[in-house]
């Protein structure tokens, strides 16, 4: 499937930003499951492009001069596959490093005794998506309850969430019961909201036996040839589109949302 992705994030201040620094993951690479046909990235000020510890395209935006908006654009096109999963992938990053919790994928009090109830099962593909559906059915999707600052565990006793909750929740049951798990940030193409802006979206990577497996919590499946990666990270914080630090500019409103469209 060839699908065609225009991204832009706005940050609109109350009064001029006199400095600004951000990681943008906005850029994806091309894999066995994706191939980039062609990308852009538009910005304020020329970025500096690196690829981080996680082999992630990276780009460090910084802007010296004083600004009441900043509108960062990523758009390009992406041939995928129908194949779930990825083969086994030539990374230098072991998966023992994704055992390693977060302060936002800790699992505890409440959620730790539902991943240990998980505890004694074989840890299979089989057994993972069953793990899937019990969290998503512990915590229904829900927009507006939590924020990007939650917890795993905050999260799982609110009862409710959104793509990245599931995420977080579902990568601490993993790392609880010794299963290397990491976070995946990209978009998902929906036909029904193609005209309309959509949020980026989030899923979960966990190492089976000898490769990478997909969980797409939110919606029950394995990513597909509708899933677009952009990053993977051990949470939200470290895969996230755009994260960065300001100085100044007092309130800030962020609009951000992806266009995206489908050649089949």
Known sequence: MRLSIEHTTRYVYEEPVRYSAQYLR?????????????????????????????????????????ACEIVIRSAGTIDTSSAHDEPHEDSKVSPLVFLRSTPLTRAEGNLAEFAESYRRRTVSVSALRELSEAVHARLP??????DTHWTASEAFDSGFGVCQDHAHVFLACCRH????????????????TSDSPVASHAWVEAWVVDRWRSFDITNQQPAGERHIRLAIGADYLEASPVRGVRSGGGNERMIAGAIIGADQ
């Open 141 to 146: 999707f829900k927009p507006g309850v939590t």
């Open 177 to 192: 019961l010794c299963i290397p798990a990491r976070y995946v940030s990209g978009y998902l193409y929906l036909p029904t």
């Open 26 to 66: 906005l850029v994806p690479s091309s894999n066995a499951r994706q191939q980039v046909v062609e990308w852009r990235l538009d910005a304020p000020a020329p970025p500096t492009e690196f690829i981080d510890g996680y082999n992630n395209i990276t780009h460090l935006l910084t802007i010296n001069d004083p």
